[in-house]
């Protein structure tokens, strides 16, 4: 165990991941030289050459398209997207060939590859340096999306990501790249996809989050100590699903706050209230509520507090849903 | 007007500026006195804009702030070959061009802050909004030009991206679209030889950015970008191609980034530091001082005089962006539509009920 901060887990992953396969690549813009402008993957130019740690023309359609020839080639190759909106441009390949060419292939071939990059808000950037696209790829058959919260899964949630004979999208939470920090297993580490983290237990309501939300969660429901007796769940894979924790929390406690940064309309939280509406309705003794970002554009940074979900604002949903 | 393709890796770097040696000075045919000295205005606002945002940066009253230093030739050069009423599409880099077309200091300070009233109405300035996607603007500048041409009216447009950014798709995509169109396009390429920590080199197999063009079917030119009358110059002609209904012209200006990428970066990692000194030697405002200076147009109180303007102004413009009030959370919920749906108002409402809770 060593205590590490999110983004140096990420790095340890995949100094691990890639001394331990020999067809793992890093791919992506500056992510060699300069080890990545969020330095994820510092160290692994030096220590395993040029062509395993590779800096690509500024071209994220280009990246994954040729990621995946290279896995035809028999490469597993990890894409950084430098920041959540730049994976943009990477959309189109992403819906017409990665998530369709094993069905393509009708099995016959396989594209182990994994798309990282950070996301997420609340780092006072310029335009278009905080979305949180996971909806677009979660929607997108044939992919695997998965969002670590803490340094030990940024680590487990990678290696298992790139183990993974299918493509998995890693989206990490760039707030908390360097002031979280956390126990992480030294060497091999795995956290396999589709299992649920209970973060914390409870047995009057149930909080869902995910990446960066999972902390606000756990002010949350610290803040109603004494109030009322908070879980959170931190479902760490968003596809595939790990329904059945989810399902637990609800059955357990009935009650049901959301919490998600992205924009509300058709988000990965509606998502999450289709399933317990479907499964969970005799359990439920309140309306799931969701806590989420506004549908508009993220705003100028001066403001950007007000947009993403704050504890308060949690704390007000899970009161509702208390005093249903 | 037929232009005749060049071979790959045979376009000369144009240059007006001498060294004050063996290289002698030339002359932009039809750039006065007034002109001249109009371009050193420019030159000397955009560099006091740049130097001043590095220490409001590390005074923490600008955010992260992506330096302009070295690059203020090219900005300003191509500028001045445009008329008011032609569109400039900038880029991250080109942030504070809108400088040149009377936008208030405060403006652009407001952008970097994160505050609203740095997002200016392009309708204003013929300028567009800084695009941050790399290249995803060359497209909108395509469309403005051709469209300017179907409606029979004569402006044209200049779109200012880097090396890197000829590597994504949205930058191809648009230089053919222009070239079919014919429209009245400049492609503008800042070619400071990095992309972050990406050396051209890594960008890209063809010889010089120029090469290009080829494909497009259009002419490419290839320029000194520290010499703020070439960059002028071969602007000018690109002006002209496009008014005479002769369709886009894509310009390489070939500088160097000496300057970390942004106030975030780190370029010691990468980059080699004694370049970076030798281009430091000869960054493009001292160069065409010298030059102004030789041509017996400058004299060293005109230059103070233009400098302490320039400093003024940047007093002044950070004191206004910091007199504008604190951005209200109501704007949150402004102008993503025409007509906001009802549940904004719910929202509003809500939000403010905790925030003043
Ligand atoms: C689509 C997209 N991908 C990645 C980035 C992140 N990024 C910002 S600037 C930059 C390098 C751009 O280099 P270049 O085009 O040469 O312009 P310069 O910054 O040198 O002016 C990168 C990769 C981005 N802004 N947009
Ligand atoms: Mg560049």
């Not at chain 1, 994994?114 to 677009?136: F, I, Q, W």
């Amino acid at each position: 165990m060593a205590e590490l901060t999110l983004v140096e887990a990420i790095n340890d992953a995949f100094h691990t991941e890639l001394g331990r396969d020999e067809s793992v690549l890093v791919m992506g813009e500056d992510v060699g030289r300069a080890g990545g402008v969020f330095r994820a993957t510092a160290g692994l130019r030096d220590k395993f050459g040029a062509d395993r740690c590779v800096d690509t023309p500024l071209a994220e359609a280009g990246i994954l398209g040729a990621a995946v020839g290279l896995c035809m080639a028999g490469w597993r190759p990890v894409c950084e997207m430098q920041y959540d909106a730049f994976s943009y441009p990477c959309l189109d390949q992403l819906i017409t060939h990665v998530g369709r060419y094993r069905w393509r292939t009708r099995g016959g071939m396989g594209f182990p590859l994994v798309v990282r990059m950070p996301y997420g808000g609340g780092v006072r950037a310029p335009e278009l340096h905080d979305d949180s696209p996971e909806a677009y790829y979660a929607h997108t058959p044939g992919v695997k999306v998965a969002i670590p919260s803490t340094p030990a899964d940024a680590k487990g949630l990678l290696a298992a990501a790139i183990r993974d004979p299918d493509p998995v999208i890693v989206l990490e939470p760039k707030l908390h790249y360097r002031t979280m920090r956390g126990e992480v297993p030294a060497g091999e580490h795995v956290v396999p996809l589709g299992e649920a983290r209970l973060a914390r237990e409870g047995d009057d309501a149930t909080i869902v989050a995910y990446g960066s939300m999972v902390p606000v969660a756990e002010r949350a429901a610290e803040a109603l100590e004494g109030e009322a007796s908070i879980e959170v769940l931190d479902i760490r894979t968003l596809k595939p699903l790990d329904e059945g924790a989810l399902l637990a929390s609800a059955g357990k406690t009935g009650r049901v706050v959301i919490v998600q940064e992205a924009p509300r309309t058709a988000g990965y939280g509606a998502e999450l209230a289709a399933i317990l509406a479907e499964k969970a309705m005799l359990d439920l003794r309140a309306p799931v509520i969701r806590v989420t970002g506004y549908d508009v554009p993220y705003p100028y940074w001066q403001i950007e507090d007000a947009y993403m979900p704050s504890v308060e604002r949690v704390v007000a949903a899970v009161r509702k849903t208390l005093e249903f | 007007m037929a232009q005749t393709l060049r071979v790959p890796g045979s376009h000369e770097l144009r240059r007006v500026i001498g060294d004050g040696e063996a290289i002698p000075d030339g002359e932009v045919e039809g750039l006065e006195e007034r002109d001249l000295l109009e371009l050193y205005r420019s030159m000397v606002l955009l560099r006091t804009y740049d130097e001043r945002s590095v220490v409001f940066h590390r005074q923490g009253r600008v955010g992260t702030y992506a330096i302009f230093w070295n690059h203020e030739a090219m900005q300003a050069g191509s500028a001045y070959a445009l008329e008011r009423g032609d569109w400039i599409f900038p880029s991250y880099r080109e942030s504070a061009i809108g400088l040149l077309r009377g936008m208030p200091v405060s403006t652009v300070l407001s952008w970097w802050r994160g505050h609203p009233s740095g997002w200016w109405n392009p309708l204003d300035y013929n300028v567009a909004s800084i695009c941050v996607p790399i290249g995803t603007h060359v497209p909108h500048a395509a469309g403005l030009a051709w469209g300017k041409k179907l409606r029979g009216e004569s402006g044209c447009a200049i779109a200012y991206f880097g090396d890197g950014a000829t590597s994504e798709g949205s930058f191809h995509e648009g230089a053919n679209f222009a070239g079919v169109m014919r429209a009245p396009l400049i492609l503008f390429c800042n070619n400071n030889q990095w992309a972050i920590s990406t050396p051209l080199a890594a960008q890209t197999a063809a010889e010089t950015l120029a090469d290009k063009a080829v494909g497009y079917g259009i002419p490419g030119v290839r320029v000194d970008g520290g010499d703020v009358l070439a960059v002028f110059e071969a602007t000018r002609e690109a002006v002209a191609r496009a008014r005479a209904g002769d369709g886009p012209t894509f310009i390489e200006a070939v500088s160097y980034r000496t300057a970390p990428h942004a106030t975030a970066d780190d370029p010691r990692a990468y980059i080699d530091l004694e370049r970076v000194e030798e281009e430091k030697a000869r960054e493009c405002l001292g160069r065409y001082e010298a030059y102004l200076q030789r041509a017996g147009v400058l004299s060293d109180e005109l230059a103070e005089a233009t400098r302490a303007e320039a400093a003024e102004a940047l007093r002044s413009g950070i004191a206004a962006a910091e007199a504008e009030p604190p951005a209200d959370v109501a704007l949150l919920f402004e102008h993503a539509y025409a007509a906001p749906p009802a549940s904004f108002a719910a929202e509003l409402a809500e939000l403010r009920e905790l925030l003043d809770g």
